[in-house]
Nanobody, 128 residues
């Protein structure tokens, strides 16, 4: 069974940290471009970060640059999003997704339409 699942969300105070995991079963993540996107209540889906297939490009949205770090662990077939210095405006449901084509992740951002396989999302709430 092919599945993609996010975990690691929760409630954290401003300034705190969380590490989100995106784990795959039934296929290998190292063959795909991986993207992280989020959707806050009442807002559209926003690109957060992505990495291309050979890890030569990692993109971060300006809103998270310097605070979030994306990494792969191929042995665990998992991609992580380390989120530090969290702010209330980071509150959202966070999704990971895969894309087949390398241009889905570039220095300029995510080609969101190229991400065809999505996890169910994990809630991140930043509040005091």
């Amino acid at each position: 069974q092919v599945q993609l699942a996010e975990s690691g969300g929760g409630l954290v105070q401003p300034g705190g940290s969380l590490r989100l995991s995106c784990s795959a079963s039934g296929f290998s993540l190292d063959s795909f471009v991986i993207g992280w996107l989020r959707q806050a209540p009442g807002k559209g889906r926003e690109a957060v970060s992505c990495v291309n297939k050979n890890n030569s490009i990692t993109y971060y949205a300006d809103s998270v640059k310097g605070r979030f770090t994306l990494s792969r662990d191929n042995a665990k077939n998992t991609v992580y999003l380390q989120m530090n210095s969290l702010k209330p405006e980071d509150t959202a449901v966070y999704y990971c997704a895969t894309a087949d084509v390398d241009y889905a992740c570039s220095d300029y951002g995510l080609a969101t339409r190229r991400y065809g396989f999505w996890g169910q999302g994990t809630q991140v709430t930043v509040s005091s």
